[in-house]
C-alpha cells in the first residue's frame, strides 16, 4: 500500500496529481476480495471508488506527460491522454484502458444493477491490476 512516507519523498507540488492516483488505488483496493450480493451503498461507493481512481490516474499520466515534455501536444481529454500513454509506453494495454474509459462513461448509468455490477466485477478482474500496473510504471520510470 502508498505510505504517507512515501508520499513525503515525492515533492507534492510536482507530483500531487501521482500521489492522488496513489491514495486512490489504495481505497479503490479495498473492493478487492468483496462478493455480491451487496447492498444499494455498497454497491454504489465501490462504483465510485472505479471512478475516482480512474479519474486520478488519466490526470497523473497527463501530468507526468507534460512534465517529461510530451506538452506540446493537445492533451485535453482522457482518450488522448490514452492514446500518449501507450505512444509513450507508460501503459502497455491501449484496449483495456479504452474499456475502463467507457465504463468510468457509464458510471452515470450505474442505477442500473447490470451497469454497476459489470463494471464492480470488471474493476476487481482487470482494473485495479491495469491500475497497479500503471503506479508501477509511473514510480519507476516517470517520476
Known amino acids: 500500500m502508498f505510505e504517507e512516507k512515501q508520499m513525503v519523498d515525492l515533492q507534492p ?8 492516483f496513489l491514495k486512490a488505488l ?5 473492493i478487492e476480495g468483496k462478493t455480491p450480493p451487496y447492498d444499494a ?11 475516482i481512481c480512474f479519474e486520478q490516474a488519466w490526470k497523473a499520466m497527463k501530468e507526468r506527460l507534460e512534465f517529461n ?15 500518449l500513454a501507450f505512444q509513450a509506453e507508460m501503459i502497455d494495454d491501449e484496449e483495456l484502458w479504452s474499456a475502463a474509459l467507457r465504463a468510468r462513461n457509464n458510471v452515470v448509468h450505474s442505477y442500473s444493477d447490470e451497469i454497476a455490477l459489470s463494471i464492480i466485477k470488471d474493476t476487481q478482474s482487470k482494473f ?3 491500475f497497479e500496473k500503471l ?3 509511473l514510480i519507476e520510470n516517470w517520476l
Open 13 to 20: 507540488d510536482i507530483h500531487k496529481k501521482v500521489c492522488n
Open 26 to 30: 489504495d481505497n479503490l483496493k479495498t
Open 41 to 51: 451503498i455498497t454497491e454504489a461507493g465501490m462504483v465510485s471508488l472505479f471512478e
Open 69 to 83: 515534455g510530451y506538452g506540446e501536444r493537445k492533451l485535453g481529454s482522457p482518450n488522448a491522454i490514452i492514446k
Open 128 to 130: 485495479i491490476v491495469m
Open 135 to 137: 503506479r508501477q510504471e
